[in-house]
């Protein structure tokens, strides 16, 4: 099968060019075909903007055993429509993905329910590191140096030690402090102010965590990779990368602060917490300087039943995999950060950050995941058009301007006018761990 995308302004290095590009199969053949090159379909791209498939490094699908929620396939669905794919899912299910066995498991499962691109991380546990040195078929280790939602808490300074020091996957990390944040917590008590959440994971809780994690990486250089960073000055601290250490933002700590805890409630009740309309100042700039290198969603998904629990009973987190890409191209849209910059954040990175074969750019012998995006097109965020079982978005009510509107998947067209294809699955995404990581491998993206 052979697709021609003809006349499109696509994103190709670090320049939007309009060209045609040839798809045969699963592979991208050619970005400067003829516009008469011989195709079994040809998509006519005019005015319209084609991108490589977004990479998600950091998802919650809750499958197996918390599917009530999510589960592969709802969550691969909404993918599919915010042109979402490929993903990384955390360890953070039931059971646990703390074993190869477990991670094989998951894959299997995948494989017969996403829509979408799939892999899995190992998750870290005090007492795990043999089955972590061995693990294969995985992007990386998780670790939870702060505890969230499951029971993946690693926070003691001698497996913390130990797993740095004899490893070698890429590690990334929900750093928050557990002591401090433990703490907070008795300093300021019984409580149902939302508003304490942010008070009891505040500003210090992430620092003292993210510092700490950066200290192992670089005492034992090993590739660190921290997760929704959600404070400017960590921004700052991030900048010390040494060529060992990436990090991203999501979009809710871009976009939201404690000022819309009044207004959405237990909705915007995620860990870590939201922080100060100028930690949402500085961490955007951070992204524009490239001391954080990834844009993710943190997609974590709960039952509105669930979240309508007073605080502190109320679950964290917030669902994004199908309103991440337009949150971004309605920046672009704004004069805010250029196309060229969305894909550096939602695909390049993530990829170049996990070392995947083929997967964040539009180039010959690249794997065919692209999506067709209406950069004029302005619609409303809205609950009913949501594909994840929760059925919300924290971002419903809102006007943006750029949608995706096709999306395809190794070749294979997964959505169209509004609609998932149900009847394609994605594939396994692989991994060369060899190529050495974000840092060493930069070049190979260069225009």
């Known amino acids: 099968m052979k697709t021609l995308f003809r006349n499109a302004e696509a994103v190709i290095g670090r320049e939007v060019v309009r060209t045609n590009v040839l798809v045969e199969g699963s592979t991208i053949v050619a970005v400067d075909a003829p516009a008469s090159a011989t195709a079994d379909e040809v998509v006519d791209c005019t005015g319209l ?149 942010s008070r009891i994971r505040n500003h210090e809780v992430a620092m003292i965590a993210t510092r700490r994690a950066m200290d192992l990486a670089f005492r034992h250089k090993h590739p660190l990779h921290v997760l929704h960073v959600s404070t400017g000055d960590e921004t700052d601290v991030l900048a010390e990368h040494r060529n060992l250490v990436t990090a991203e933002a999501c979009v809710h700590h871009i976009f939201l602060s404690v000022d819309d805890y009044d207004r959405l409630g237990t909705l915007a009740q995620m860990n870590p917490s939201l922080k100060n309309r100028d930690d949402n100042r500085r961490i955007w700039q951070a992204l524009k300087d490239r001391r954080l290198q990834v844009i993710a969603t943190d997609h974590a998904p709960h039952l509105l039943s669930e979240k309508a629990r007073p605080y502190p009973q109320s679950p964290s987190g917030v669902p994004g995999v199908q309103t991440m890409l337009p949150m971004l191209l309605n920046q ?61 978005s924290v971002w419903a009510g809102r006007s943006l301007t750029g949608w995706p509107i096709a999306t395809w998947v190794m070749g294979r067209q997964v959505y169209r006018d509004g609609r998932v294809l149900t009847d394609h699955r994605g594939a396994e995404i692989q991994y060369d761990h060899g190529r050495g990581g974000y840092w060493a491998t930069a070049s190979d993206f260069a225009s």
């Not at 429509?81 to 998951?106: C, D």
């Not at 029971?151 to 020091?165: P, S």
């Not at 250029?338 to 539009?362: F, Q, T, Y």
């Open 49 to 197: 903007h084609l991108l490589p498939g977004v990479v998600d490094d950091q998802v919650h699908f809750r499958d197996p055993g918390i599917t009530h929620k999510e589960d592969l396939f709802t969550a691969s669905c909404a993918c599919a429509a915010g042109g979402v794919t490929s993903f990384l899912e955390m360890p953070n299910t039931i059971p646990n993905t703390v074993s190869q066995a477990a991670l094989e498991a998951k894959l299997a499962l995948a494989s017969r329910k996403s829509v979408v691109n799939y892999g899995f991380f190992v998750g870290a546990t005090e007492t795990n590191t043999a089955e972590l040195k061995h693990a294969h078929r995985t992007p990386g280790i998780k670790i939870f140096i702060g505890s969230s939602t499951g029971n993946l808490l690693v926070d003691e300074q001698e497996a913390l030690e130990r797993i740095f020091a004899e490893t070698s996957l890429t590690i990334c990390v929900h750093a928050e402090d557990e002591t401090l944040l433990q703490a907070n917590k008795a300093r300021i008590g019984e409580t149902s102010d939302l508003h304490d959440h």
């Open 332 to 392: 672009v849209a704004a004069g805010e950060c250029s196309l060229v910059d969305v894909v550096e954040w939602m695909c390049e990175a993530p990829a170049r950050v996990w070392d995947m074969v083929g997967k964040g750019r539009i180039a010959v012998g690249a794997d065919a995941d692209l999506v067709l995006v209406d950069m004029k097109k302005v619609h409303e965020v809205r609950n009913e058009e949501q594909l994840t079982k929760c059925g919300w």
